[in-house]
């Protein structure tokens, strides 16, 4: 196989490892800020009704969702934080004091603090020596600067074009629609770019769906998973290297 033009990544579990998330956490957090609470409720509370909601949406419109760790290879539509935390809060009666990006970094970082996988760093700066274009096409649902903050701030040597996030442009992965967005944005063709995700649904069967070369990075994977042996799948970052030099 030729050597890509560009190399596109996931966020979660494959540029960064998250911590198991905990939305009370996030929300405990977040009612810090607050500077009404008409019916004194918990952050306990308040996440119920949260789930609720997601609930809601996942009975009503099976295609769209929030995350869910178990089914969000079923979404292809996001509904962005931007549209849910105000109904969420104001509903109860709260009142926060903050922006709703500012409530997506202070949910974010107490939920699901992240680290960079092992070795990501010299990957990429190996493949910017090497002259590979990077991008990022990330299923989130928090808001785009929020998202590009926390990659820059932990990965800040990178060299990333563009960060394409659900919440931003609707779709999400496997949809091909996200993938085509990203190699009109990069103008190359399909055969032209790798994509890089540790989630088979989402981003092993959505490349490949797209006409990209899928590569399944399953070094910080926090879903079960079958080996698939038609799909190159690495647990480590030198893995890539070794191939891309063979």
Not at 73 to 92: D, G, K, R, V, W
Not at 137 to 163: K, Q
Request: glycine share 6%; hydrophobic share 40%.
């Amino acid at each position: 196989m030729k050597i890509p033009k560009m190399i596109l990544f996931d966020y979660g579990q494959t540029l960064i490892a998250e911590q198991k998330f905990d939305g009370v956490k996030g929300t405990e957090a977040v009612l810090q800020y607050a500077t009404r609470n008409k019916y004194h409720l918990s952050a306990e509370q308040v996440q119920a009704k949260a789930n609720e909601i997601k609930r809601e949406y996942m009975e009503e419109m099976h295609s769209i969702g929030r995350f869910d760790p178990e089914k969000r290879h079923l979404f292809q539509i996001e509904i962005p934080n931007t549209m849910f935390t105000p109904y969420l809060y104001e509903s109860q009666g709260i009142e926060i004091a903050l922006s709703n990006s500012e409530i997506d970094t202070v949910f974010w970082n107490a939920a699901a603090p992240g680290v960079p996988t092992e070795g990501i760093q010299d990957f990429l700066g190996y493949l910017k020596n090497k002259g590979i274009r990077t991008g990022v096409i990330s299923n989130i649902s928090y808001a785009p600067s929020v998202v590009a903050e926390r990659i820059n701030r932990l990965l800040p040597e990178n060299a990333f074009e563009f960060i394409i996030t659900s919440s931003n442009y609707i779709f999400r992965k496997p949809n091909k629609r996200i993938f085509d967005l990203a190699l009109e944005k990069a103008g190359l063709e399909p055969d032209e770019v790798w994509y890089i995700g540790d989630q088979y649904e989402c981003d092993v069967k959505g490349a490949l769906n797209a006409g990209l070369l899928p590569i399944w990075y399953i070094g910080a994977i926090d879903l079960p998973y079958t080996e698939d042996i038609n799909i190159l799948t690495v647990k480590t970052w030198n893995e890539i290297e070794r191939y891309m030099e063979g």
